[in-house]
């Protein structure tokens, strides 16, 4: 089969460096910024057969700073007063259509 060098790949795109540069909705962690693409609110796990088990929380797709794509779900009592609002103004206007 031929002989040639293979081809270099494509340099990766660079990373955002801050929140204000990747997204409007972007949630903070101690760890990373991602980009929160689409939500829905009131997805629950169930713990055992007791409603009192019900554990609710929003599922997204959230997009990483390395262009990566990410389905999470996230508890609601773990939420920050400003990342809820953000997870619900993303719920009523998903970006992921645009």
Known sequence: MGGGPAPTP????????????????????EVSCVRLLYAKSKVYVYRSNDKKDRISGFICIVEAPDNQYYIA??????????????????????????
């Open 10 to 29: 494509a340099p990766a795109p660079e990373p955002a460096t801050s929140p204000a540069e990747f997204s409007d909705y972007c949630i903070v962690s």
């Open 73 to 98: 779900w996230t508890p609601e009592a773990l939420l920050s007063e400003s990342d809820r609002e953000s997870y619900v103004q993303v719920e009523l206007c998903p970006s992921f259509f645009d």
